[in-house]
């Protein structure tokens, strides 16, 4: 049975307040104008699902959410197409990591179709918000949170809340590509075996601050994640996945569990093979990396995510010391990858895998 959606709308912000907005928008700070919430209980499964203003939620302090941290989330991009329309890339793709990282927090599935319509409805309501120009987006944070009001912690929650909300995302580098250093630390885990590494939790988030303020103690913009039990093999990068480039051939960290199945890292390894390279998942310690590339083996090593798509690593520290990756630029690898990503993003190269979805 399809869920019924509510709509009620908004007049929202006067368009030249929102030209205002969207002309330089600091990313995360500007709320559209609707949101979408679905609420489930244990009874009614989902229901009550509705496109409403956005504005803040009422709920209890002794919520459990508030306690416990039962909370997953999303984060995708929409597009404004030179036709005027909009389009999202793999929507499905977090649609299926939504519920996957509902499985690991014990809270219930949202059925895909829902999931997808949730984000076509907020995005047609709020089609003004979505920013035109190269790199522009508007940012969607789809989320779950357990909304059972009671201290007990016995069992899951018996009552969640799921709900859309979208911020307009400026271009992620504005003057030209910047590579970024990274510091791997060995003074924190962000994930171990049977944790909820390989889940979209905000826990999963909280827990990394102290080791961020560490990087930039050391002068470095990134944290890198090693595995927890040796403190050697390279799992992520602060929020981001990791890939290392030994010439035409690419290798990143197998999903052993403790990282995230980013859809960006997904779509970069089978793109590369588009291109002719190599790419293959793997295995990578810390020495190998630092012995790589001094041998100038290893010739680009570059993150990647939905906020910044693709980003370049020119710098690496450990308590070993430093090294840099070939002259410290963006690599042409790392490059042509971005390039192509966001061309079939922006329409401007051929989407070879269906992964564009036309949203509004
Ligand atoms: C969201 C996230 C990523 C990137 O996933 P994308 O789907 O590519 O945006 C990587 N690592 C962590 C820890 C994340 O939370």
């Given at each position: 049975m399809s869920l019924e959606f509510s709509d009620h709308r908004v007049t929202g912000t006067p368009d030249a307040e929102r030209a205002r907005l969207l002309a330089d928008p600091v990313f995360g700070e500007i709320p559209t104008d609707h949101m979408v919430t679905i609420k489930w209980s244990?009874?009614?499964?989902?229901?009550?699902a509705r496109l409403g203003p956005y504005g803040p939620l009422s709920l209890d302090?002794?919520?459990q959410v508030f306690h416990y941290g039962q909370e997953i989330f999303e984060g995708l991009k929409a597009y404004r197409r030179a036709d005027g329309s909009i389009v999202s890339f793999r929507p499905d793709a977090n649609a299926a990591r939504l519920n996957r990282s509902a499985a690991r927090m014990a809270m219930p599935a949202l059925p895909e179709e829902a999931f997808l319509e949730a984000l076509r409805r907020l995005i047609d309501a709020?089609?003004?918000?979505v920013p035109s120009g190269a790199g522009n987006s508007l940012y969607l944070r789809p989320f779950m949170i357990a909304t059972q009001?009671?201290?007990?912690?016995?069992?899951?929650?018996?009552s969640y809340l799921f709900a859309v909300i979208a911020c307009p995302a400026g271009a992620y580098f504005k003057g030209g590509v910047e590579p970024v250093s990274v510091w791997l630390t060995?003074?924190?885990?962000r994930a171990a075996d049977?944790?909820?590494?390989a889940a979209k939790c905000g826990g999963n988030y909280a827990g990394t601050l102290v080791a961020q303020r560490q990087a930039a103690e050391r002068g470095c913009d990134q944290v890198v994640w090693l595995d927890?039990?040796?403190?050697?093999w390279i799992d992520e990068m602060g929020t981001s996945n990791i890939f290392f480039v030994y010439g035409d051939r690419l290798v990143t960290p197998a999903l052993?569990?403790?990282l995230l199945a980013g859809v960006t890292r997904d779509s970069v390894l089978i793109l590369a093979r588009d291109l002719g390279l190599t790419a293959e998942e793997g295995r990578i310690s810390v020495e190998r990396w630092r012995a790589d590339a001094h041998a100038g083996r290893l010739t680009e090593v570059f993150s990647c995510g939905t906020s910044s798509m693709i980003t370049p690593v020119g710098r690496a520290r450990s308590e070993q010391g430093e090294w840099r990756m070939g002259d410290g630029r963006p690599g042409p690898v790392t490059m042509r990858l971005r390039t192509e990503l966001m061309g079939i993003q922006s329409g401007e190269r051929p989407d070879r895998h269906g992964w564009i979805h036309k949203m509004a």
């Open positions: 244990a009874e009614r499964g989902w229901y009550d302090p002794a919520t709020d089609r003004d918000w009001r009671s201290l007990a912690f016995y069992d899951a929650s018996d060995t003074d924190y885990s049977g944790g909820t590494g927890a039990k040796e403190r050697r052993t569990g403790t």
